[in-house]
């Protein structure tokens, strides 16, 4: 799933997955784009970013759910790294106050939960049908 987002450097961004990669491509520079790869096995679903642009949740077809916050010198951290389901991960709401809660809702056996930013925090899932 494809998302167009803002980073907190304000830069209007493409987010999506291509195999084992996330793409980060700029709208306002089309020529400047970043692959990110750190140790990402299976390949990306789902993409979204934080309201603030401080945060990039994505998901793999597997059940991880990486959430990746981006520095003003353009490098990388991983705030949390958390499998959550058994299946794909479909798709990410974000709560729109900080501290931030990204939802996620996947196809496996544990379908819907969330998970606390900063800190990586699991807050829950719903179990069933």
């Given amino acids: 799933m494809t998302k167009n987002g803002s980073m907190a450097n304000g830069s209007t961004i493409l987010a999506y997955g291509s195999a084992n990669f996330l793409v980060l491509r700029n709208l306002d520079d089309p020529l400047q784009s970043e692959i990110y790869n750190h140790n990402i096995e299976k390949p990306v679903i789902c993409v979204s970013f934080s309201p ?24 990388f951290t991983t705030v949390c790294e958390n499998i959550v389901s058994d299946g794909p991960v479909m798709d990410f709401a974000w709560s729109h106050t900080q501290p931030y809660t990204v939802n996620y809702c996947g196809a496996g056996k544990r379908r819907v939960g969330g998970i606390k930013i900063p800190g990586g925090t699991g807050i829950g899932e719903l179990i069933g049908t």
Avoid: H, Q, S, T
């Fill in 52 to 75: 603030n642009g401080e945060y990039l949740a994505f998901g793999d077809d597997k059940g991880m759910v990486r959430v990746i916050k981006r520095d003003p010198k353009d490098i």
